[in-house]
C-alpha cells in the first residue's frame, strides 16, 4: 500500500515535518512492508521555507532579524536559482511572543524586512513571501522601515513602531531598496486590509486586541493605506483580497507590485504533490485545530479536496478536531482523529503529539493495510480443515 502523509505543522508543538515523521513511524510500527510517501506542507504560515527548502534544495543563507518586539531573533532565506524565499512568521510569528507579550498595538514587521534585505543583498530577483501567523497588525509599515521607506509624520519625524502609531503618517521617508526584485505574497487569506472582514476585526482578537484596540488599528490602517496609495500610485488598496493578510503586510507587499498567489497552491505545485496524489492509495493529513476555518482552504481541506477527486480515501489527524462528520465528509474527509479523545486531556494531547501522532497512526495502519486486514481475516493456524 502507498500511504501519502502530506499534514500542516501543529502550531505550538511539532513542525509539519515532524508531524510526518510521527505519522510514518507509526504506520510502519504495525504495517512495515507499506510505503510511506512523506510530503509535508505549508500554506505560507510557520514552516514554509522548512517545507520548501526539504523538497527543492537550494541554499540556506542565515539572517540576523528581530522579533516582533524587536529582540534579536534568527532567520533565513532560501535561495533557489535567482528565487529567494522568506517565511514572515520567522521575524514575525505569533509563536515568538507569550501570550503574556503579545502587544499588537506595538507589534512590529520590521524583522521581514531585514529577511527581505538580506534576499536582494543575496542577489534574489523574485522574493516569495510566506504569509501567516503572524503577531503584527501593521500593515507592513515596519518591513519597509527596514528596507528604508520609514513612515513619518507631518514633521517628518519617524514613527514609532506598530499599527497604532500609524494613524499619524503622513509620508514615507524614503524608496524601498529592492533593486527591483519582484515580489510574490504566499498566503490563502483573502481578507482585505480594512473593515468588517479586515486584518484588525478579523485577525486582531487572537493577537491579543481589544475591541478598543480593533477599532484604533482599523482607523489606523486605513489611514496608512491612503498613505502608500500616494506612494506608490495604487488604487483600492483597502479592499484588495489578500490584503489582511499576515496584520495587512500582504497590502504593503501589493502596494510594491507585488501580486497574491495561494500558498499552499504554490507549494503544492513546487512539490510535485498532484503526482504524488495520483500515485497513492490512501493520503493523510492534518494539522493542530481541524475547525471550521479548515473547511475554508486551509491545507487540510485543500489536500482532501484533492484526494476526494481521485476517489482517495483521506484521514485527517488533529490536535482538536471541532467539524462535525457531515461537514468533513462535504470536504472530501473519510475519517478524522483528535489528539485529545486519543488521550483523554488536552494536556497530554499538547505534552506528547508525537507519541499521540505515532499512535493514532498505528491504529489506522491496522485498519486500512491490507496485510493487516487480511492477517486480521485469515484463519488461525492450526484450524484449517487440512490439519482437523
Given at each position: 500500500?502507498?500511504?501519502l ?12 515535518s ?8 507509526g504506520?510502519?510500527?504495525t ?7 512523506l ?15 526539504t ?40 509563536h ?9 498595538n506595538?507589534?512590529?514587521?520590521y ?16 522574493i516569495?513571501v ?17 528596507l ?24 514615507l ?47 489606523a ?8 496609495e500616494r506612494?506608490?500610485?495604487?488604487e ?32 503544492t505545485?513546487l ?9 497513492a492509495d490512501?493520503?493523510i ?32 489527524i ?15 474527509v ?17 505534552a506528547e503529539?508525537?507519541r499521540?501522532l ?18 486480521i ?12
Amino acid at each position: 500500500m502507498r500511504v501519502l502523509i502530506c499534514p500542516d505543522k501543529f502550531a505550538g508543538t511539532l513542525t509539519a515535518s515532524e508531524v510526518a515523521i510521527a505519522v510514518a513511524e507509526g504506520w510502519h510500527s504495525t504495517a512495515p512492508g507499506d510505503e510511506t510517501v512523506l510530503r509535508p506542507l505549508s500554506d505560507g504560515g510557520p514552516g514554509f521555507v522548512e517545507v520548501l527548502g526539504t523538497a527543492l534544495g537550494g541554499r540556506r543563507l542565515p539572517v540576523d532579524t528581530v522579533d516582533p518586539l524587536g529582540r534579536p531573533a534568527r532567520g533565513e532565506v532560501l535561495l533557489v536559482g535567482g528565487t529567494a524565499y522568506v517565511e514572515s512568521a520567522q521575524a514575525c510569528g505569533l509563536h515568538l511572543l507569550s501570550k503574556a507579550e503579545r502587544d499588537v498595538n506595538a507589534a512590529t514587521s520590521y524583522g521581514l524586512g531585514l529577511l527581505l534585505a538580506a534576499a536582494v543583498e543575496a542577489g534574489a530577483t523574485e522574493i516569495v513571501v510566506g504569509l501567516g501567523g503572524s503577531a503584527v497588525n501593521d500593515a507592513g509599515a515596519g518591513m519597509l522601515a527596514a528596507l528604508g521607506a520609514a513612515p513619518i509624520d507631518e514633521s517628518g519625524y519617524a514613527l514609532p513602531y506598530g499599527g497604532a502609531p500609524l494613524i499619524t503618517a503622513a509620508a514615507l521617508g524614503g524608496a524601498p531598496q529592492l533593486r527591483q526584485a519582484r515580489i510574490v505574497a504566499a498566503t490563502d487569506v483573502d481578507s482585505p486590509l480594512v473593515g468588517l472582514h479586515g486584518a484588525s476585526n478579523v485577525y486582531g482578537p487572537q493577537k491579543g486586541a481589544t475591541r478598543e484596540d480593533v477599532l484604533r488599528l482599523d482607523a489606523a490602517l486605513d489611514h496608512f493605506a491612503g498613505v502608500l496609495e500616494r506612494a506608490f500610485g495604487v488604487e483600492h488598496l483597502r479592499t484588495l483580497p489578500g490584503g489582511g493578510a499576515a496584520g495587512g503586510i500582504g497590502a504593503a507587499l501589493l502596494a510594491l507590485g507585488g501580486r497574491v498567489v495561494s500558498g499552499i497552491g504554490l507549494v503544492t505545485s513546487l512539490i510535485g504533490l498532484e503526482a504524488q496524489l495520483d500515485a497513492a492509495d490512501l493520503v493523510i493529513t492534518g494539522e493542530g485545530s481541524f475547525d471550521h476555518q479548515s473547511l475554508r482552504g486551509k491545507v487540510a481541506a485543500g489536500i482532501a479536496g484533492g484526494a476526494r477527486d481521485r476517489g482517495l480515501p483521506c484521514v485527517v489527524i488533529a490536535g482538536r478536531n471541532e467539524t462535525g462528520h457531515r461537514e468533513a465528509a462535504g470536504a472530501g474527509v473519510t475519517e478524522t482523529y483528535a489528539l485529545i479523545e486519543h488521550f483523554g486531556s488536552e494536556e497530554q494531547a499538547l505534552a506528547e503529539p508525537a507519541r499521540g501522532l505515532r499512535e493514532v497512526s498505528a491504529r489506522l495502519a491496522r485498519q486500512w493495510s491490507p496485510d493487516q486486514v487480511a492477517d486480521i481475516s485469515a484463519p488461525a493456524i492450526g484450524n484449517t480443515p487440512e490439519q482437523s
